[in-house]
């Protein structure tokens, strides 16, 4: 390219000779494709390593965000695939010293919160704030004190004090 207010060559592109790398925009590409501003597509993107496939947003501005925009036109749904094996799961992690599991999701149907080990359906690690209506069709165990900040009620939806019993005990 040329610069017509300078008169000076513009590179748009440049594949450095000892390294076999291909710069787009930059003429110090760091991997075998470098791009220095947006790309745009029009059809999929495919990443395939015999080791771990990644792909890495980083965001070099002092408060800058990186981000994964999903935008369906047409009234389409957006969704992340994960084909798995059987023993497998797709967890999100928190990457502080080490990896803090926030979510996991497992090949075995299971979803861990806090945990990348799920022992149940849902397991959660750590304490549970909630607002609303816990709804439990089935048996409720636990282990440890239970705190109610409102009246209980067995045998009724509606309890009429601190402890309300209805039905006869056995």
């Known amino acids: 390219g040329h610069n017509a207010s300078s008169g000076t060559p513009t590179t748009y592109m440049s594949i450095p000779g000892s390294t076999g790398y291909v710069g787009i925009g930059t003429t110090a590409p760091s991997k075998k494709l470098t791009v220095a501003g947006g790309i745009s597509g029009s059809d999929s993107l495919f990443?395939?390593?015999?080791?771990?496939?990644?792909i890495n947003l980083t965001s070099h501005a002092a408060d800058g965000n990186t981000f994964i925009d999903m935008t369906p036109t047409g009234g389409g749904d957006s969704y992340i695939r994960w084909a798995s094996d059987s023993n497998s799961s797709l967890t999100f992690v928190k990457q502080l010293?080490?990896?803090v599991?926030?979510?996991?999701l497992h090949s075995t149907d299971r979803v861990g919160i806090g945990t990348n080990a799920p022992t149940k359906t849902l397991t959660v690690a750590g304490a549970i704030s909630a607002s609303g209506n816990l709804d439990i069709d089935g048996n409720m165990t636990a282990s440890g004190d239970a705190y109610f900040g409102s009246n209980v009620g067995i045998g009724t939806a509606n309890p009429g004090r601190l402890l309300h019993l209805e039905?006869?005990?056995?």
Do not use: F, V
């Open 97 to 99: 010293s080490g990896e």
């Open 101 to 104: 599991p926030l979510l996991s």
């Open 47 to 54: 990443i395939s390593d015999t080791g771990d496939a990644k």
């Open 167 to 170: 039905g006869s005990a056995t």
